[in-house]
Each structure stands twice: as structure tokens, then as C-alpha cells.
């Protein structure tokens, strides 16, 4: 495939700067990053990394709806989201995630542009059904947020659009990793625990509520984002990759696995408060999550992720304890 331009919508975000950054490492720069910077600091994610052109996000919709937006880029990778788990206001959730989606996606498909997009592992709900990435069970999946009902939403859509056919959903898993400062209370329990460590010595976890689980025994597919954005630009170079993939490490750690990590990488003894879970989140709490990784292994992603104290060292000792970014870390390694 002849190489051209490649925009990522949500650049300066979590996920999409580790996407330029490993753009980079391969070459790329011919990149437009999309996003809404705002006033805060998120623009410190793009410190370092290298791309042609940046967009506002309604700038890009507009020109995309109009037809004018230059000539086709090669790809589009359309990470751009409102990612709030806690978002309530579902109106906005709708046209921000949904109907912006729609758009992109419609604008691909005519124009013959690859689109790899980011749907979500909150789409599979409890996880009562499992969390296999099969596009015949979208259906039956049940979401426990907004937030993941406006990913599902889109996913259903472009299944019965056949649209799944020729582009590619990404269901990312529990990413944590560099730049996701700007994040607020959606930051990773890495980076929020780091805070608690340093400043009171101790890191607090959710009671379980479910005699099955002890407390801080509930499960996540714990993801290194320097991984997801391996995986996600593996699908760059492999256009007869099509449908819905999970993207995740196939393992699952408990939460008290993940605190030993952070204490040992701090170098403090473990100290854990168990404190009752909100009253707003007991209807949303996912227990368990895994992903199913046998499709994306059969598209022909081989590597392995990193295991998770390894990530989790790496995270700490180069990035957290100077709150650098991907982009400001030199001779960077991995």
C-alpha cells in the first residue's frame, strides 16, 4: 500500500499520542492529529512527537461533511472520544461520540480511506455473555454505562451497515500508561495510586460486594498503553483485517496484584485501605474483565505484552516520578 497521510482524531489524547509516538518509531510524520485542546495540559502529550498539521476537531467534522478536506489520507485512526465512564450526560455522549463517528465513518467508506476506530471493552457490560469480539454477539451485549451504550451504539451501526466489513473496531481493555495526566478521575488506578502513595503512604481499593471476589480480588485485563498502541498500528499493514478486535494483554491480574506492582516500583511496603464502593457505581461495576485475544492472533499480532510489573516499573520510574510524556523521555527504549 502506498503511504500517505494518516490522521488521528484524539491525538493529543491518552491513547492517540502513544499512537504518533509509535508512528514515529516506524517512520511516519506525515500526520494531522484532530482534537479539542481546550485549556489544560493536554497539549503536553504532543511534546516531542512530530506530525505535519493539527485540527481542531469541529474544523476537521465540518471539512470531512463538506467534502473538502484535501485529498484522501491514507488512513484514518478516528480515537477521538468523550471516554468518561461517570458522563451522564447522554445527549452529548450521542453526537460527540456516536453521530461524529457516523460521519467519519460514512466520509471513509466513500472515499476508500482505511478506518480503524476506537469502540471499547465497556461495551460488553458485566461481561455476563463473556468477552469474546465476535461481531454476531453484538446484540446481546448490555453496556452498564452511557458511555459504553453510545460505543455500542456505533459498533451495532456500522454491523448492520455492513460497514464492519471494511473497516476496523478496536475494543481497548484497561490501558494505563505516560499521558493520561490530563485524564482526571478516569486516570488509571496506576497513576491516581502513585499520587496516594507518595503523599499518605497508602493506596485505597474498592470492597468487594460479591462473596465470589475478596476484597481487592476483582479482575482487569490490565493493558500497557505502549502495547495498545503497538496493537493499533498493527492493523495499519493489515487491510484484510476487518470487524471488531479486542485489544488487551489476554491475562487478568487482580487489583491487589496491580497494588503490589505499584509498591514494589515505588519501593515502600504495601499499605491498602479497602473503602465501600459508591453508591453510584454498584450498578456499573464490572467484576471481571478479560479479553479475548485468539482473533487479534490470528490477524498476525505475535507479540507478547509486557507483563505487568515490568509495565508498571517502567511507567513509575520514567514517566510518574517526573510526570514526563512519551514524547519528552530521550533514548527511550520499548
Same mark, same amino acid.
Given at each position: !500500500?502506498?503511504?500517505? !497521510?494518516?490522521?488521528?482524531?484524539?491525538?493529543?489524547?491518552?491513547?492517540?499520542?502513544?499512537?504518533?509516538? #509509535?508512528? $514515529?518509531?516506524?517512520? =511516519?510524520?506525515?500526520?494531522?492529529?484532530?482534537?479539542?485542546?481546550?485549556?489544560?495540559?493536554?497539549?503536553?502529550?504532543?511534546?516531542? +512527537?512530530?506530525?505535519?498539521?493539527?485540527?481542531?476537531?469541529?474544523?476537521?467534522?465540518?471539512?470531512?461533511?463538506?467534502?473538502?478536506?484535501?485529498? *484522501?489520507?491514507?488512513?484514518?485512526?478516528?480515537?477521538?472520544?468523550?471516554?468518561?465512564?461517570?458522563? +451522564?450526560?447522554?445527549?452529548?455522549? !450521542?453526537?460527540?461520540?456516536?453521530?461524529? /463517528?457516523?460521519? %467519519?465513518?460514512?466520509?471513509?467508506?466513500?472515499?476508500?480511506?482505511?478506518?480503524?476506530?476506537?469502540?471499547?471493552?465497556?461495551?460488553?457490560?458485566?461481561?455476563?455473555?463473556?468477552?469474546?469480539?465476535?461481531?454476531?454477539? %453484538? *446484540?446481546?451485549?448490555?453496556? @452498564?454505562?452511557?458511555?459504553?451504550?453510545?460505543?455500542?451504539?456505533?459498533?451495532?451501526?456500522?454491523?448492520?451497515?455492513?460497514?464492519?466489513?471494511?473497516?476496523?473496531? +478496536?475494543?481497548?481493555?484497561?490501558?494505563?500508561?505516560?499521558?493520561?495526566? &490530563?485524564?482526571?478521575?478516569?486516570? /488509571? !488506578?496506576?497513576?491516581?495510586?502513585? #499520587?496516594?502513595? =507518595?503523599?499518605?503512604?497508602?493506596?485505597?481499593?474498592?470492597?468487594?460486594? =460479591?462473596?465470589?471476589?475478596?476484597?481487592?480480588?476483582?479482575?482487569?485485563?490490565?493493558?500497557?498503553?505502549?502495547?495498545?498502541?503497538?496493537?493499533?498500528?498493527?492493523?495499519?499493514?493489515?487491510?484484510?483485517?476487518?470487524?471488531?478486535? $479486542?485489544?488487551?494483554?489476554?491475562?487478568?491480574?487482580?487489583?491487589?496484584?496491580?497494588?503490589?506492582? +505499584?509498591?514494589?516500583?515505588?519501593?515502600? *511496603?504495601?499499605?491498602?485501605?479497602?473503602?465501600?464502593? *459508591?453508591?453510584?457505581?454498584?450498578?456499573?461495576?464490572?467484576? &471481571?474483565?478479560?479479553?479475548?485475544?485468539?482473533? %487479534?492472533? /490470528?490477524?498476525?499480532?505475535?507479540?507478547?505484552?509486557?507483563?505487568?510489573?515490568?509495565?508498571?516499573?517502567?511507567?513509575?520510574?520514567?514517566? @510518574?516520578?517526573?510526570? =514526563?510524556? @512519551?514524547?519528552?523521555?530521550?533514548?527511550?527504549?520499548?
Amino acid at each position: !500500500m502506498k503511504k500517505g !497521510m494518516i490522521v488521528v482524531t484524539g491525538g493529543a489524547g491518552f491513547i492517540g499520542s502513544a499512537l504518533i509516538r #509509535e508512528l $514515529n518509531r516506524s517512520g =511516519r510524520e506525515e500526520i494531522v492529529v484532530v482534537d479539542s485542546l481546550g485549556s489544560g495540559d493536554k497539549w503536553r502529550n504532543l511534546n516531542g +512527537l512530530r506530525f505535519a498539521d493539527y485540527l481542531d476537531k469541529e474544523d476537521f467534522l465540518q471539512q470531512v461533511r463538506a467534502g473538502n478536506f484535501g485529498p *484522501p489520507p491514507e488512513a484514518i485512526f478516528h480515537l477521538g472520544a468523550c471516554s468518561s465512564t461517570t458522563e +451522564l450526560d447522554v445527549g452529548y455522549l !450521542m453526537r460527540n461520540n456516536f453521530e461524529y /463517528s457516523k460521519s %467519519l465513518a460514512r466520509y471513509c467508506l466513500n472515499s476508500s480511506v482505511r478506518l480503524i476506530y476506537a469502540s471499547s471493552a465497556a461495551t460488553y457490560g458485566d461481561g455476563g455473555i463473556g468477552f469474546k469480539d465476535s461481531e454476531d454477539d %453484538l *446484540p446481546r451485549l448490555r453496556p @452498564l454505562n452511557p458511555y459504553g451504550f453510545s460505543k455500542q451504539l456505533f459498533d451495532l451501526w456500522a454491523w448492520r451497515a455492513g460497514a464492519l466489513g471494511k473497516i476496523v473496531g +478496536l475494543k481497548y481493555f484497561n490501558v494505563f500508561g505516560p499521558n493520561e495526566y &490530563h485524564k482526571g478521575e478516569m486516570r /488509571s !488506578m496506576v497513576c491516581k495510586g502513585y #499520587e496516594q502513595i =507518595r503523599s499518605a503512604g497508602r493506596l485505597k481499593l474498592f470492597k468487594s460486594e =460479591r462473596p465470589e471476589f475478596g476484597d481487592g480480588e476483582q479482575e482487569r485485563d490490565f493493558l500497557y498503553v505502549k502495547d495498545a498502541a503497538r496493537m493499533t498500528l498493527f492493523f495499519l499493514s493489515r487491510p484484510e483485517a476487518r470487524g471488531i478486535f $479486542n485489544i488487551g494483554s489476554g491475562e487478568v491480574h487482580t487489583w491487589n496484584q496491580l497494588a503490589g506492582a +505499584l509498591f514494589r516500583a515505588a519501593g515502600l *511496603p504495601p499499605a491498602i485501605e479497602y473503602i465501600p464502593l *459508591p453508591d453510584r457505581l454498584r450498578d456499573r461495576y464490572q467484576y &471481571h474483565t478479560r479479553a479475548e485475544i485468539a482473533k %487479534l492472533r /490470528s490477524a498476525g499480532y505475535s507479540a507478547p505484552p509486557t507483563p505487568l510489573a515490568e509495565a508498571v516499573e517502567d511507567y513509575v520510574r520514567n514517566y @510518574l516520578d517526573g510526570r =514526563r510524556h @512519551l514524547g519528552e523521555v530521550a533514548n527511550e527504549e520499548g
